[in-house]
């Protein structure tokens, strides 16, 4: 819906950890995938996150107009918030 003016806005989805997983090692400038966690932004004030769940396996819409995108901090300009692997506790 964000680029397609055909389809319709879906409205609290769900998505699997192993779907975005399998999207992520598909590109073709990724060799491999180490130490994958999704967590799920529930709400935030700024870049402050006010409610989180982490390492989840299904993220789902919170509510029944909840939409699923990726993350994006306007503030910052970060986008899909990725740590180094030297952080990861895996």
């Given at each position: 819906w964000a680029y397609d003016t055909q389809v319709d806005i879906?409205?609290?989805g769900k998505i699997?950890?192993?779907a975005i997983l399998n999207f992520v090692?598909?590109?073709?400038?990724v060799d491999y995938v180490t130490c994958f966690?999704?967590?799920q932004?529930?709400?935030r004030n700024g870049s402050v996150h006010t409610?989180?769940?982490s390492d989840i396996e299904i993220a789902e819409g919170s509510t029944s107009r909840s939409l699923l995108v990726s993350y994006y901090d306007e503030k910052s300009g970060v986008k899909h918030h990725?740590?180094?692997p030297a952080t990861c506790e895996c």
């Open positions: 879906s409205f609290g699997r950890k192993s090692e598909e590109r073709p400038y966690k999704m967590n932004v529930i709400s409610n989180i769940k990725i740590q180094s």
